[in-house]
């Protein structure tokens, strides 16, 4: 074979088990980094929750951490207090909603998401929590005020577990 021959062959297996396999490749790394992403907006959305909780636990006079809710004996500047600090969680929850959620989940996601969803109805199971839900979902995303709207609805009939 001739220097030539050789290398219209080379070039030939170039092109049939070199261009598969780059593009094998690339589409595994755009895999891998869409995942790091997820994983990454997941964190951010951790780090901002547990600043919440932080914020919650300074203003420990709402009896924001009971699971029961703090009831009616709050003063005026506390039920303001409380209502800024539930405005900051819908917030949050938004914000989770608008990057997490998607129609179709792959695994990874759902897993993301499911986490969230947990502390939506944790907080809708509170009753000073729901009561001011519909006005703090003014203005905010259309479809993630259906959703948590739902879940509010779901967790006022459910029974209540000690």
Not at 67 to 72: L, V
Request: charged share 30%.
């Amino acid at each position: 074979m001739t220097t030539i021959e050789w290398l219209e062959t080379g070039s030939y297996l170039v092109t049939i088990v070199g261009l598969p396999l780059a593009i094998l490749v690339f589409a595994w790394e755009q895999r891998r980094q869409r995942q790091n992403d997820q994983e990454e907006i997941y964190q951010r959305l951790s780090d901002e929750y547990a600043t919440f909780l932080k914020l919650a636990l300074e203003n420990a006079d709402l009896h924001l951490l009971r699971k029961q809710g703090a009831g009616p004996e709050l003063n005026e500047e506390q039920r303001e207090r409380t209502y800024a600090l539930f405005n900051i969680l819908v917030s949050l929850f938004e914000r989770a909603y608008i990057l997490v959620y998607e129609d179709k989940m792959d695994r990874q996601t759902r897993r993301l998401w499911l986490s969230w969803e947990d502390y939506m109805r944790e907080w809708c199971r509170r009753k000073d929590f729901r009561e001011l839900l519909p006005e703090l979902l003014k203005g905010e995303d259309e479809d993630f005020a259906t959703h948590i709207a739902k879940i509010a609805a779901h967790e006022t009939v459910q029974p209540k577990l000690p």
